[in-house]
């Protein structure tokens, strides 16, 4: 292996890893293609939310994997309404 002239001896980077330094528990770096007029929803809801469009599109697939309320409880409230309303 060449040496660099301009390293000091005592850098020894034998043992080192390539990627990132510190871990993101709980995340993963993805690579995924999504049509330009996506993106650029992400990224104008992102600045209006002053978020970035990771963070926007992360939120809405979250959103969209766990609902808030079951479907059978806003059934349910709908009808409800709608009984006051024809009494």
């Known amino acids: 292996m060449k040496t660099d002239p301009d390293m000091r001896p005592e850098y020894d980077f034998s043992k080192g890893k ?7 528990v709980g995340k993963s770096r993805i690579t995924t293609y999504l049509d330009s007029d996506i993106v650029e929803w992400l990224k104008s809801r992102g600045e209006a939310e002053n978020k970035g469009y990771q963070t926007v599109l992360n939120e809405l697939l979250c959103k969209q994997l766990s609902p808030e309320r079951p479907i059978a409880e806003v059934l349910r409230q709908v009808i409800r309404e709608e ?3 024809a009494a």
């Open 83 to 85: 009984l006051k309303l």
């Open 18 to 24: 390539r990627g990132a330094v510190i871990p993101n």
